[in-house]
């Protein structure tokens, strides 16, 4: 006695071989789209926010490590005060680290409502490398910082990429401690 697989020709039997590869792929992605994770299971905390006008009202928010962002009656320059505003970078990089995502969406979202705030982005270095090739790498760091911002919203008019490579060091020190310090960008005030 032969299956129906065996007794098939071989072009049915690619088909259907195609057809149940197809199947199970699919059952396997909508398997991986399910989560067990109750988005609502986080402690809730009462947050207080205030309007422009300066009513006050709660609301719950979810427990998060990075705290909201929100300028207070026209006051963006304590907003931006109160941000993270050095980015660092992996040695001989100048990828954006993932764990600086937040830190460039916060500011993004302050200078995005202060159109006239004017920012340097420097880039710097460690002294390890040539001279010229540090500056170029500074310059690059911060370039790639200002293209984050820009894709976040922020005008291009807003921000001036700018290289010093290894000439203003954080620390001083040839360890990887001053090292990790140097390799960064910061935004200052123009």
Known sequence: MTTDLQSSTPLSRTLRLAA?????????????????????EGQSAQ????????????SAMGA??????????????????????????????FVVREDYRSALEGNARVLAKLPSKRLFVEGHTDERGGREYNLALGQKRAEAVVRSLNLLG?????????????????????????????????????
């Open 20 to 40: 149940l590869g197809v199947a199970s792929a699919s059952a396997l992605w909508l398997a991986g789209c399910g989560s067990s994770v109750k988005l609502d």
């Open 154 to 190: 922020v005008s291009g008019e807003q921000l001036e990429a700018v290289s010093y490579g290894e000439e203003r060091p954080a620390e001083q020190g040839s360890d990887e401690s001053a090292w990790e310090k140097n390799r960064r960008v910061e935004l200052k005030d123009r």
């Open 64 to 93: 998060s490590s990075v705290a909201p962002v929100q300028a207070t009656s026209g006051d963006g320059e304590a907003a931006l005060a109160g941000l993270t505003r050095v980015i660092y970078f992996d040695f001989d990089s």
């Open 47 to 58: 947050v207080e926010s205030r309007d422009i006008n300066g009513s006050g009202s709660s």
